[in-house]
Structures are given as C-alpha cells and as structure tokens.
C-alpha cells in the first residue's frame, strides 16, 4: 500500500513538472518560500510538498494543512520536541517535529484533529519532516508555527 502511494506521489509530481507553464528553478541551496493563502487554488501546499518529495528537496519553507493520523512520544534528546504524523489530501504523510523548548506544546491534539502548519520541510523516505514551527530567538530563520482548533502554537 505505502509503494503504491508512493508511486501515486511520483506520477502526480511527473504530471505536475510536465504541465507546468515554463520557470526557472532556483539554484541549488537556494531556499525558496511557498506561503499558500486561502485564496489559492485548493491543494496547491500538497502539490507542492509532492514535488519537494518527489525531488527529495530539503531546507524548503513550506504552508499547509493536514489531518493526525499518529501521535509520538516526545523527543528529548537535545531541544525537546512534540512529534506526530499528519496526512495531506494527497495521501503524503508528515512528521511534525514542533519544537517545545521555543513554543507551547498542542495538548489538547488528538488523532483525526486537522493542524495547519508554516515550516521547513526535510526530505525523508517516509515523506518527509516539517520543522522550524517557531519562533527563533536569535531571529536568524524565518518564523514558523502550528495552528490547531484557532489557536496559533509558535
């Protein structure tokens, strides 16, 4: 099932590159920005994550949405982070890493709750990890944050 999506994702992201109208794409190291408002068209953040996984991209800042399918134990080894899976409309599943040395905790998270997120999207097999959902103290990256039920985590 897993290779079937991940097959899925591959031809979605081939199709995608294929219609694109003619851009230029940034140099490599270069990061780019991809904020999508509720204006845009419907999925547009999924089909970009689809392609940052396709094209295994790290270090992208990225937009979107998506429903807890898993929650995680906390990882305390070094800054503490909150950490659950979500699925996009795509079917890509995620790994939230939200940082809660630097931002408030979600508590009242459950499984099936939709979490809207700005962060750094990681390549990985699985289909990839958002982090930076913070604010940084130092102000050297870009902010980040969580939203769940109204409130924003940042």
């Known amino acids: 099932m897993k290779l079937g999506l991940l097959v899925l994702i591959v031809c979605l992201t081939a199709i995608l590159t294929a219609t694109a109208s003619c851009t ?13 408002s509720e204006s845009d068209q419907p999925g547009q953040s999924d089909k970009r994550l689809a392609r940052a996984f396709a094209e ?9 949405k998506g429903r807890v399918t898993r929650l995680l134990s906390d990882d305390n080894d ?3 982070h909150q950490r659950f899976i979500i699925e ?3 079917g890509q599943t995620l790994l939230i ?3 809660i040395d630097l931002a408030p905790r979600i508590d009242s998270l459950e499984v099936g709750d939709e979490v809207e ?3 750094e999207y990681e390549w990985n097999a ?4 958002i982090h930076w959902t913070h604010h940084d103290p ?8 969580l939203k769940h039920e109204g409130h924003i985590y940042q």
């Open 126 to 129: 699985k289909g990839g990890t």
């Open 56 to 64: 295994r991209e790290s270090h992208v800042q990225v937009e979107g």
């Open 24 to 36: 230029s794409s940034p140099a490599p190291g270069i990061n780019t920005t991809t904020a999508v």
């Open 78 to 80: 070094g800054s503490r």
């Open 97 to 99: 890493a939200h940082n």
């Open 117 to 119: 997120f700005f962060g």
């Open 138 to 145: 130092k102000g050297r990256h870009e902010a980040g944050w």
């Open 88 to 90: 996009l409309g795509t």
